[in-house]
């Protein structure tokens, strides 16, 4: 397998593969909120269940995880390992860090919600490296600067020295999944 050089090469391979096997990024990404909420809907139908002593509750549990079940393969064809476990509790536990941020915020914690939500997008970050082959094994992506964006292309511009310097491998992880999984590109 060829190794790739760098975030626009992989970008550029990953449009190019969009054109042989459509996989829309931006749609992915939402589809991951889409997942994070089914995955807070089981949760909610068990802790309802127990709570009312109904077990209607129970009994939905098993359709909402059966759709959350097949918007993951979408996202995650194929896996190794318990890959596809670990993802599913990273998008369950960047959704709830969020959901504790949004509460601090409105009990007027600033600091602490933000920090929050920087934990939050980090666990959504190694979600999309692991899933993207930017994590473990796969691609072996360094960051370069490049010239500004086109309508076509995003601006990656942190080279490795520099993002090296400012947090290490969660801080390179945040900008490569910033500059690879845009929702806002079409």
Not at 78 to 90: A, N, P, R
Request: one cysteine or more; aromatic letters at 8%; charged letters at 25%.
């Amino acid at each position: 397998m060829e190794k790739i050089k760098n975030v626009k090469e992989f970008v550029e391979k990953l449009d190019s593969a969009k054109k042989v096997n459509p996989k829309d990024l931006s749609s992915d990404q939402d589809l991951t909120i889409g997942i994070m909420n089914l995955i807070s809907i089981e949760e909610h139908l068990m802790f309802s269940g127990a709570k009312t002593g109904k077990h209607e509750f129970y009994d939905l549990i098993d359709e909402v995880r059966e759709q959350r079940k097949q918007m993951m393969q979408k996202i995650i064809p194929s896996y190794e390992g318990e890959v596809w476990c670990i993802s599913k509790h990273l998008l369950a536990a960047s959704m709830r860090l969020f959901e504790v941020g949004t509460k601090a915020l409105a009990a007027g914690d600033k600091d602490g919600a933000y920090d929050l939500f920087d934990r939050s997008y980090g666990l959504y970050c190694i979600f999309w490296g692991l899933n993207m082959g930017g994590l473990v094994g796969g691609a072996d992506v360094k960051w370069v600067k490049t010239k500004p964006a086109t309508a076509h292309q995003p601006r990656i511009s942190q080279p490795v020295s520099d993002i090296a310097t400012n947090g290490g491998k969660m801080s390179r992880l945040k900008n490569w999944v910033k500059n690879a999984v845009n929702c806002c590109i079409e």
